[in-house]
């Protein structure tokens, strides 16, 4: 652990927070709240999906009776309480609780209750720091669902407290940078949202002009053309292996992009599956989704593959741009036309029957050429800029850690000697808990429950 700068001190959970009864607490467990206790109204519930990076998401609130709330007082937050996620992918998110009325945290969340000595923000950010975040990172358990203890954060994560003069300087500056490259950020998307525009209007631009609709079953490179993948038992689980044929299912499907998600079958079960196989060039086209029609080209270097259901071969005659084809069938107005043939509300779906009746406007081979050849161009460039424009975002991803580390190793703002120091804070914290005479519950006393809370 790093030195820290004169005057600052690391402290644990307990030692920061407030003289008060569950200053430090976990949500309940088990049968204490269960779906059956949620209402549309009444005394909010925090969840871990409304604890985002240092942001409060207050949307799709959950409630729970005010009676039922009484019974859980032990797990009550209030206004300007810390939020902290005990489980994620790390588990450390912070937040603190914006609202008015009191709520109740549930399971997987942390809240703690800062000292009035201690800046609720600074110390939300100082969680929020690449050095605390490595020690959660230490104490976290489990894979499948990765997650921190109550007992584990409060005695493994050491804070780096600053004066509480310091504490408000560190807590205007981060605002200030993170003010600004907010900014920058939110006009980074905006841009995002500008090129997936332009990019469907570059796919829009081939329907332009007036000529021929052609249906695209007719299109078709003889009479199997468009072929579906297998159904049942012709595909399941355990036909797959680790390499062999590929086989191409909607994972694979982008919005107009080609997604290399591999999946594999051996050889003999490939070969009894032939009249499902693809070649580079073929389209692919998801009929099972929110988005219908979706079409990929299969990408040379593929080797033997098939098709799974739900994502039919296309394989055009030679007199036919593929390209032109592939661009028109993700065309927002083509889309459009389809939308009155999907059928189903959980699972919308496209027919077979239904693909082949889909009709695009043809103009003569030249025409698609040109065509063609002037949308590959225009998505290259958005491609390009899209690129640019996410390099830009990782960018600043990590100029907000910088910012982060650069101010709880006190390098953020200046230093002032006069300041009193955290070791002085710190122990006057201690006076006031020990004069407090048992406010706060003696580890040795606490019910088995909340024992067994503290420790999940």
Same mark, same amino acid.
């Given at each position: 652990?790093?030195?820290?700068?004169?005057?600052?001190?690391?402290?644990?959970?307990?030692?920061?927070?407030?003289?008060?009864?569950?200053?430090?607490?976990?949500?309940?467990?088990?049968?204490?709240?269960?779906?059956?206790?949620?209402?549309?109204?009444?005394?909010?519930?925090?969840?871990?999906?409304?604890?985002?990076?240092?942001?409060?998401?207050?949307?799709?609130?959950?409630?729970?009776?005010?009676?039922?709330?009484?019974?859980?007082?032990?797990?009550?937050?209030?206004?300007?309480?810390?939020?902290?996620?005990?489980?994620?992918?790390?588990?450390?998110?912070?937040?603190?609780?914006?609202?008015?009325?009191?709520?109740?945290?549930?399971?997987?969340?942390?809240? $703690?209750?800062?000292?009035?000595?201690?800046?609720?923000?600074?110390?939300?950010?100082?969680?929020?720091?690449?050095?605390?975040?490595?020690?959660?990172?230490?104490?976290?358990?489990?894979?499948?669902?990765?997650?921190?203890?109550?007992?584990?954060?409060?005695?493994?994560?050491?804070?780096?407290?600053?004066?509480?003069?310091?504490?408000?300087?560190?807590?205007?500056?981060?605002?200030?940078?993170?003010?600004?490259?907010?900014?920058?950020?939110?006009?980074?998307?905006?841009?995002?949202?500008? $090129?997936?525009?332009?990019?469907?209007?570059?796919?829009? @631009?081939?329907?332009?002009?007036?000529?021929?609709?052609?249906?695209?079953?007719?299109?078709?490179?003889?009479?199997?053309?468009?072929?579906?993948?297998?159904?049942? @038992?012709?595909?399941?689980?355990?036909?797959?292996?680790?390499?062999?044929?590929?086989?191409?299912?909607?994972?694979?499907?982008?919005?107009?992009?080609?997604?290399?998600?591999?999946?594999?079958?051996?050889?003999?079960?490939?070969?009894?599956?032939?009249?499902?196989?693809?070649?580079?060039?073929?389209?692919?086209?998801?009929?099972?989704?929110?988005?219908?029609?979706?079409?990929?080209?299969?990408?040379?270097?593929?080797?033997?593959?098939?098709?799974?259901?739900?994502?039919?071969?296309?394989?055009?005659?030679?007199?036919?741009?593929?390209?032109?084809?592939?661009?028109?069938?993700?065309?927002?107005?083509?889309?459009?036309?389809?939308?009155?043939?999907?059928?189903?509300?959980?699972?919308?779906?496209?027919?077979?029957?239904?693909?082949?009746?889909?009709?695009?406007?043809?103009?003569?081979?030249?025409?698609?050429?040109?065509?063609?050849?002037?949308?590959?161009?225009?998505?290259?460039?958005?491609?390009? $800029?899209? @690129?640019?424009?996410?390099?830009?975002?990782?960018?600043?991803?990590?100029?907000?850690?910088?910012?982060?580390?650069?101010?709880?190793?006190?390098?953020?703002?200046?230093?002032?000697?006069?300041?009193?120091?955290?070791?002085?804070?710190?122990?006057?914290?201690?006076?006031?808990?020990?004069?407090?005479?048992?406010?706060?519950?003696?580890?040795?006393?606490?019910?088995?429950?909340?024992?067994?809370? $503290?420790?999940?």
């Amino acid at each position: 652990m790093k030195e820290l700068p004169p005057g600052w001190v690391h402290a644990l959970a307990d030692e920061i927070v407030a003289s008060t009864p569950n200053a430090l607490a976990i949500g309940p467990f088990g049968s204490n709240l269960k779906v059956s206790d949620y209402r549309d109204a009444g005394v909010p519930l925090v969840f871990v999906r409304n604890i985002r990076a240092d942001a409060f998401d207050s949307a799709d609130l959950k409630f729970v009776s005010t009676a039922k709330a009484d019974t859980l007082h032990a797990h009550r937050v209030k206004n300007g309480d810390l939020l902290i996620t005990k489980m994620g992918d790390p588990p450390g998110d912070t937040a603190i609780y914006p609202l008015a009325k009191d709520g109740i945290i549930t399971a997987d969340c942390v809240k $703690l209750t800062p000292h009035s000595s201690i800046d609720a923000r600074y110390l939300m950010y100082a969680i929020s720091s690449p050095a605390v975040k490595r020690q959660i990172l230490q104490i976290t358990r489990g894979v499948a669902q990765p997650k921190m203890s109550l007992d584990r954060f409060r005695h493994g994560v050491k804070i780096p407290v600053a004066s509480s003069a310091e504490q408000k300087r560190i807590v205007a500056t981060i605002e200030e940078q993170f003010s600004r490259l907010d900014a920058g950020v939110g006009a980074l998307e905006r841009v995002r949202r500008n $090129l997936k525009r332009t990019r469907a209007a570059a796919f829009e @631009s081939l329907l332009d002009g007036d000529f021929p609709s052609v249906a695209l079953g007719s299109l078709g490179d003889g009479p199997r053309a468009i072929v579906d993948g297998p159904f049942g @038992s012709n595909l399941k689980t355990e036909h797959y292996v680790e390499s062999g044929p590929r086989v191409i299912r909607l994972q694979n499907v982008g919005d107009g992009d080609f997604i290399d998600a591999r999946a594999h079958i051996a050889p003999e079960h490939f070969a009894r599956l032939q009249r499902h196989a693809v070649l580079p060039g073929d389209l692919v086209c998801a009929i099972l989704g929110e988005v219908l029609p979706r079409a990929v080209i299969v990408p040379d270097g593929i080797g033997p593959a098939i098709v799974k259901a739900d994502c039919p071969r296309i394989r055009l005659t030679p007199a036919v741009n593929a390209t032109f084809v592939w661009g028109v069938l993700n065309a927002p107005a083509t889309r459009h036309l389809v939308a009155t043939k999907i059928k189903g509300v959980g699972r919308p779906r496209l027919t077979l029957s239904a693909l082949r009746q889909v009709h695009i406007p043809l103009p003569d081979r030249a025409e698609q050429d040109r065509r063609a050849l002037q949308l590959v161009e225009e998505l290259a460039r958005i491609r390009r $800029l899209d @690129s640019q424009v996410a390099d830009a975002q990782r960018h600043a991803g990590a100029l907000r850690s910088s910012i982060l580390t650069t101010a709880f190793s006190g390098r953020l703002v200046h230093q002032d000697p006069s300041d009193e120091p955290a070791s002085a804070l710190l122990e006057r914290i201690a006076a006031e808990r020990a004069s407090s005479n048992g406010h706060r519950p003696r580890r040795g006393r606490e019910p088995r429950l909340l024992r067994d809370e $503290l420790s999940a």
